[in-house]
């Protein structure tokens, strides 16, 4: 089992900035892709970005490319999601998640966090 605590969302204005963490925890989880996803009210889960745990190699969605990175610290066995230049469009409770293989498909995702809101006003 692995296990997923999100934290870091609010409320900041177009333009602004916020950055996601996720703790990390549970067994055999250092071989696992680390994501980031999201959800808007009404629409399905989106996949937003990806890190390969012990490679480093990253993903990420076209709408998030150049504002978004992603981040893992080793030591701290955490991953982070730093949102710059943030739109409305970003809205939506944002979810950590763990996948035993390298993908960026939601279904091939194992494990999941409880999710954290981000707003973004216009």
């Known amino acids: 089992q692995v296990r997923l605590v999100e934290s870091g969302g609010g409320l900041v204005q177009a333009g602004g900035s916020l950055r996601l963490s996720c703790a990390v925890s549970g067994r055999s989880w250092s071989s696992y892709t680390m994501g980031w996803f999201r959800q808007a009210p009404g629409k399905e889960r989106d996949f937003v970005a990806a890190?390969?745990?012990?490679?480093?190699?990253?993903f990420y969605a076209d709408s998030v490319k150049g504002r978004f990175t992603i981040s893992r610290d080793i030591a701290k066995n955490t991953v982070s999601l730093q949102m710059n230049s943030l739109k409305p469009e970003d809205t939506a409770v944002y979810y950590c998640?763990?996948?035993?293989?390298?993908?960026?498909?939601?279904?091939?995702?194992?494990?999941w966090g409880q999710g954290t809101q981000v707003t973004v006003s216009s």
């Open positions: 890190i390969a745990w012990s490679a480093g190699g990253t």
């Open positions: 998640a763990a996948s035993a293989i390298v993908t960026i498909r939601t279904r091939e995702y194992d494990f």
